[in-house]
């Protein structure tokens, strides 16, 4: 399968401060980068879809100006939690998405945060 | 929207025997039925995936099956080893357009022990 990076794989940051995580398609061009979160013990609830070089998509509910999404080449999109607050600490996932591939996708190690 | 239901959400099993988990969904566009296993702390795998134009795929212990008429999918795992204790989820997607397309939508997740 095709391989997906995520950075940091685990992170710490106090309350109002702000934390950006990478994902990144290793061997493959990602024309689409999808940003998941995941509670202990839950599925996975997806957040926003993004397409590179496009304004993310976020699903309802989510906060477009709290969670900045950016796809800006074709192996890199970037997460950035602003304004972090406790409630915001989870397990970050992205995956990723090649413009051919009929439905697969592949999904980054993910990221945990902890806001303190 | 798609809904994407998953029972049971715990299956216990002893070494060699068998583990079927069954998901049902909404959205009878939907054309993509991937099956994830999940490790704590670790990122989703596929292990296999099933089209809408076939009702049974099968490799080595895996197999899926499904029923597009009902709107089900089950995910079959033969001679389970404790090895393949972890939370497995299904999801569905709607490939070729549309605003669902490429997303996808997860079941609840089942959380499988394979006792030795």
């Known amino acids: 399968g095709a391989v997906v990076s995520q950075h940091p794989s685990r992170v710490i940051c106090k309350s109002g401060t ?10 493959f061009q990602a024309t689409t980068m999808f940003w998941y979160r995941q509670f202990p013990k839950q599925s996975l609830m997806l957040m926003a879809t993004s397409n590179e070089g496009s304004k ?13 999404i950016n796809h800006a080449s074709l192996t890199l999109s970037t997460l950035t939690v602003t304004s972090a607050h406790p409630e915001d600490s989870s ?26 | 929207g798609e809904n994407v239901e998953q029972h049971p959400s715990t299956l216990s099993v002893q070494e060699g025997d068998s583990a079927v988990i069954k998901c049902t969904y909404s959205d009878s566009a939907s054309n993509y039925f991937p099956w994830y296993k999940q490790e704590l702390g670790k990122r989703p795998q596929l292990i296999i995936d099933i089209r809408s134009n076939v009702g049974e795929k099968k490799d080595q212990r895996i197999a899926v099956t499904l029923n597009k008429t009902a709107k089900h999918f089950s995910l079959h795992i033969t001679e389970t080893q404790p090895e393949d204790s972890a939370v497995y989820f299904c999801a569905a997607l709607r490939d070729g357009g549309g605003t669902s397309y490429g997303k996808l939508t997860f079941g609840q997740g089942t959380i499988l022990t394979v006792h030795p």
Do not use: H, M, N
């Open chain 1, 56 to 68: 993310a998509t976020y699903e309802q509910g989510v906060e477009k100006d709290k969670f900045l």
């Open chain 1, 18 to 27: 702000s934390v950006k995580i990478e994902c990144r398609s290793l061997d």
């Open chain 1, 91 to 116: 397990f970050y996932i992205c995956s990723a998405r090649a413009e051919t591939w009929l439905g697969e996708q592949y999904f980054g190690p993910g990221t945990r945060l902890t806001v303190t």
